[in-house]
């Protein structure tokens, strides 16, 4: 069956240094990849995504690597911030579906000033 | 920046009764999700809807529930009878392609089942 879980459920980060949050995922039709950050009493926010076709997509202070030999999926933030801290969560679109998001269970990231 | 927007934040409702959800997708998107959140877990789908009819659906989105474009703007989920497991979280999305953009939500309504 398909999944999306998460290496590591907490993190904790002092201000400025950089984070790498991962996720695995089981899938191996899964072709498109999104990181969502949730902050408390908050939706889901899109951070970036990243197609099966690539292996590294950058944004402002955000990274997303994908190595599909392994099926894994992570998450770097440059200089993290105190407003860094929420739940992040990889969801995944696989070839099977064109329409569902399949979530993982989530990383609580805590930065400490 | 458009945001999808959801009514109302905080929805309490005695079991059995029926429930309206309500969101207003980002004017341009064209594709319009429901998800669900129940404490402490993962975000869930439920329902995907596109061109005035259900795309695609999961196994929690039973009879019991239906979803409904009845204007230009708003996007529905109505829950008939319902349980308190329906206590969660409920997320609307929106994009403006199925799978080729990214999926834009709202910040949910919170449905306490009493």
Redesign the interface.
């Known amino acids: 069956g398909e999944s999306v879980g998460l290496h590591l459920p907490t993190l904790s980060v002092q201000e400025g240094d950089n984070s790498i949050i991962n996720c695995a995922y089981s899938n191996s039709a899964s072709d498109y990849f999104i990181w969502y950050k949730q902050e408390s009493g908050k939706g889901p926010q899109f951070i970036i995504d990243i197609r099966s076709n690539m292996d590294k997509r950058q944004g402002q202070r955000v990274t997303v690597l994908l190595n599909k030999t392994v099926k894994h999926l992570s998450l770097q933030i440059a200089a993290t911030q105190p407003g860094d801290s929420a739940v992040y969560f990889c969801a995944e679109f696989s070839r099977g579906s064109n329409y569902k998001l399949t979530f993982g269970k989530g990383t609580l990231l805590t930065v400490n000033p | 920046e458009p945001e999808?927007t959801?009514t109302p934040s905080h929805q309490v409702t005695q079991m059995g009764q029926e429930v309206i959800l309500r969101c207003v997708p980002i004017s341009n998107h064209l594709?319009f999700?429901w998800?669900r959140q129940i404490l402490g877990?993962?975000?869930?789908?439920l329902v995907?809807f596109?061109n005035n009819e259900i795309?695609?659906k999961?196994e929690i989105f039973d009879d019991q529930f239906s979803v409904e474009r009845p204007d230009g703007s708003n996007f529905t989920l109505k829950i008939r009878s319902t349980k308190l497991e329906d206590s969660a979280m409920y997320?609307c999305?929106s994009s403006g392609s199925?799978?080729d953009q990214?999926?834009?939500?709202?910040?949910?309504t919170r449905l306490s089942i009493l």
């Open positions: 999808v959801q594709y999700y998800y877990q993962k975000v869930e789908f995907s596109y795309s695609e999961s997320f999305a199925n799978r990214p999926q834009h939500f709202g910040d949910g």
